[in-house]
């Protein structure tokens, strides 16, 4: 039988299979191979006998996998910024969503907290990210407005939240689950929790797909992108960077570059592009981009 990881604690796996959740363990060749199951895996089990429990027999290849939290095979990453209280930050959310092209997810922006803006639409950050082209969501979490579209955006995909801390996550997942998951942050700064709570990734579904129920991304170390990667993390690049006369165009101090030539012409914005030369600077100078 085939089914997808939806839990896994103290060397248990839950297999949701068909309607049905399995409790297996994994066989002891992963342990050799150095492969150990993990949260969103696709695998194939089978029954051990006289009993209604399992045995992990194959683990399918992983098209992503996140560290923290621990999910493989993700495919959707919102993207959940307040677009006030606390102010935007462009440089972490260019961040965000350049570890979110990395992993190959397909990208949601969520603005939160837009009942507290008069025209969010004429904020900078919002027609950087129109300008690259990404999917926005205006929302309002705490009243559960918006939160519809995103349940529209969840059949067939397995879904993480990311973003920083104070944004709304924890409101929007407890909204989209219907139940409290996460502590939310006001009752987490009351009972001075939450940072040493260990929680383990578990996928819940929800219209067709599954949501991972902790928030994403909670390094923003971006040391493991190489420099070479990067123009390929910016989307709106992707049209211009053949067109280049030199093979292997940084589109940094290079002549003749497809990329500069539509930054001139207003088709790719300019925040945008100085953020990827600050990255490329950093990367260049060896520095730490955590």
Not at 119 to 134: H, L, R, S
């Amino acid at each position: 039988m085939q089914g997808t990881i939806i839990k896994g604690i103290g060397g248990f796996y839950y297999v949701k299979v068909n309607d049905n959740v399995i409790e297996c363990k994994a066989r002891g060749k992963f342990r050799h191979n150095e492969l150990t199951p993990m949260v969103g895996d696709k695998v194939d089990i089978s029954f051990i006998s006289d009993t209604n429990k399992g045995s992990i027999d194959n683990i399918y290849e992983r098209h992503n996998m996140l560290i923290r939290p621990a999910v493989a095979n993700v495919t959707q990453a919102l993207v959940v910024f307040s677009l006030t209280n606390p102010d935007i930050s462009e440089n972490l959310l260019n961040k965000f969503l350049m570890l979110c092209e990395h992993n190959n997810l397909k990208i949601v922006v969520c603005f939160n907290k837009s009942d507290l803006i008069k025209e969010p639409n004429k904020i900078d950050a919002v027609k950087m990210i129109k300008d690259a082209g990404y999917e926005i969501l205006f929302l309002k979490a705490k009243e559960g407005i918006g939160i519809d579209k995103i349940r529209e955006r969840l059949k067939k995909n397995v879904t993480v939240l990311c973003g920083p801390s104070g944004v709304g996550k924890s409101t929007i997942l407890n909204r989209l689950a219907r139940k409290n998951i996460m502590v939310t942050g006001d009752i987490s700064e009351k009972l001075k929790r939450g940072k040493h709570t260990t929680r383990h990734s578990e996928l819940i579904e929800i219209e067709g797909g599954f949501l991972v129920d902790t928030p994403g991304f909670s390094s923003l170390n971006t040391d493991f992108i190489s420099k070479n990667e990067i123009q390929f993390c910016i989307p709106e690049f992707l049209e211009y960077i053949n067109g280049c006369k030199f093979t292997g165009c940084m589109h940094y101090k290079e002549p003749a570059c497809m990329i500069k030539n539509a930054l001139n012409e207003g088709k790719i914005n300019k925040k945008r592009y100085d953020f990827y030369i600050k990255i490329l600077e950093e990367k260049i100078r060896g520095r730490s981009n955590k």
